[in-house]
């Protein structure tokens, strides 16, 4: 399992099968997850930089309702992927 959807997996443990599905099935998704990722790890090296912690939790935010999102459209529309 990649870093980044293992991360993704255990932020969102109910849909972990969804997740994984599309993870390997969707490029789209599968750069989200990489960008969920690379904002989480960038956030835990600015523990310092008050303003720069804040705008990247906002971006995280973001991201986990553009994943969820995603995985509830493709859900909804009873798309295979």
């Known amino acids: 399992?990649?870093?980044?959807?293992q991360l993704v997996t255990e932020q969102f443990p109910l849909v972990r099968d969804r997740v994984a599905s599309l993870f390997e099935?969707?490029?789209v998704f599968r750069?989200?997850?990489d960008d969920?990722?690379?904002?989480?790890?960038?956030?835990?090296r600015q523990a310092a930089?008050?303003?720069?912690?804040?705008?990247?939790g906002a971006l995280r935010l973001r991201l986990e309702t553009e994943?969820?999102?995603y995985v509830q459209d493709v859900e909804r529309?009873?798309?295979r992927k």
Do not use: F, H, V
Request: net charge negative; proline share 0%.
């Open 49 to 56: 930089n008050e303003g720069l912690q804040r705008e990247l």
């Open 31 to 33: 750069e989200l997850c």
């Open 77 to 79: 529309l009873g798309i």
């Open 67 to 69: 994943l969820l999102r």
């Open 1 to 5: 399992m990649t870093s980044s959807l």
């Open 25 to 27: 099935s969707d490029d």
């Open 36 to 44: 969920y990722e690379t904002c989480s790890q960038a956030l835990g």
